[in-house]
């Protein structure tokens, strides 16, 4: 059995472990198109049910994910009003450490990873090898190449989001502050003893007043750390390849083409607010390994199962992920002033959480919100 994974992100990592432990004589190589040790961004996240969910394949590998910062508290803060309220616990890690760990763990199965490597797939690759999953993230180059198979979809959004680091220590926090320029917020959240994510979102009308399109990736973080300056209590914000993005909505028509399957945001992708993209895509590599396995490793009819018995459960994040958006995307044209109706509504966006969910962890909270409307 001969594997090749392009791609070295989480999905394409996790994937190539549970393949040569499942197939201990396979061939597994995975080609990544950065340098060792080089990736962007700052810290992800997985809540405790999703560590739960991935335990079973890899024990190993979620003990490594778990063993770092973890969260069990929010904050909801509204113009410096906080509200703490108590969540599921989360677990957070650089995603630079969590890169370096999935890789340690699959080379020592015995896969073999090929840095500085062309990511994308060919035609000829689809000859010379058994098996081939495109795990080349959001801008995937595969997906692109065999577009007209996988007749993907993309539906790019509203808001502007630029994802910066700073040494302030931030429980998982969400910060609104209403400003002259528009509504601003911050996702923050700590993921080492000494950095902290911290996400700067706003709407086109915020994005086009601030000047931000004119500005150099510098500028913009400088300009980010003057407006929240309160919040960041004189830490400075890092960049680490941080420019303005929006994201992207994407998701396949068609999952497989031949012997090639899309995994992780290559084939679909959710919301950084439901959670971290890293778990789902994760959980791909999980369910394509099983339905590989239930096929005996025959690719045609495992790929068939990987789609039906993955996608329906896919579909249904993917929606809980397109509430969150249009929720988030709704809130620079509304004027909110009260932080508690703000927190209930932020923790019950995707319809997920109930109101008599949050009312269970947080009485208090509920209580005097309900004193608040007599």
């Known amino acids: 059995m001969r594997i090749l994974v392009v791609g070295g992100g989480p999905a394409g990592l996790f994937f190539s472990l549970l393949a040569k432990r499942a197939v201990p004589t396979a061939t597994v190589h995975v080609r990544e198109q950065n340098p060792p040790g080089v990736t962007y961004g700052w810290g992800v996240a997985f809540s405790e049910s999703a560590a739960e969910a991935l335990r079973p394949a890899a024990p190993d590998v979620v003990d490594a994910l778990t063993a770092g910062m973890s969260h069990e508290q ?49 035609e000829a690759d689809l000859g010379d090898w058994d098996l081939v999953v495109g795990a080349d993230g959001v801008n995937s180059r595969t997906r692109t190449r065999f577009a007209e198979h996988f007749a993907p979809t993309e539906e790019l959004g509203s808001n502007w989001l630029a994802w910066y680091g700073t040494p302030r220590a931030y429980p998982p926090s969400i910060i609104l502050r209403n400003s002259d320029h528009g509504l601003l917020m911050s996702h923050a959240s700590q993921f080492s003893p000494d950095l ?14 601030l000047g931000f ?5 510098e500028e913009s ?29 994407l998701s396949c028509g068609h999952w497989t083409h031949h012997n090639l399957v899309l995994i992780g945001d ?105 004193r608040d409307l007599r």
């Open 266 to 370: 290559a084939l679909h992708t959710v919301h950084p607010s439901i959670g971290s993209g890293t778990r789902f895509a994760m959980r791909d590599a999980v369910y394509l390994t099983q339905a590989l396995a239930g096929s005996g490793w025959d690719v045609e009819v495992g790929l068939k199962e990987f789609e039906r018995a993955r996608k329906p459960v896919a579909d249904a994040f993917q929606a809980a992920a397109k509430r969150s958006i249009d929720w988030y995307e709704g809130l620079p044209g509304r004027t909110i002033t009260h932080p508690t109706k703000f927190a209930l509504e932020y923790l019950m966006r995707t319809g997920r959480v109930s109101y008599r969910d949050f009312r269970r962890r947080n009485r208090d909270v509920v209580l005097g919100y309900e």
């Open 213 to 217: 399109g004119d500005m150099t990736e």
């Open 196 to 209: 902290s994510n911290f996400t700067v979102e706003v709407g086109q009308e915020t994005f086009d007043r």
């Open 221 to 249: 973080r400088a300009l980010c750390e003057q407006l929240f300056a309160d919040s960041l209590d004189g830490a400075p914000l890092r960049s680490n390849h941080s420019p303005w993005f929006r994201t992207t909505f």
């Open 74 to 122: 929010m904050v909801l803060s509204l113009d410096g009003t906080d509200v703490p309220v108590h969540v599921g616990r989360s677990y957070l890690n650089a995603r630079w450490a969590l890169l370096a760990a999935l890789e340690r763990i699959a080379c020592e199965a015995g896969v073999t990873v090929e840095h500085e490597s062309e990511a994308a797939v060919t």
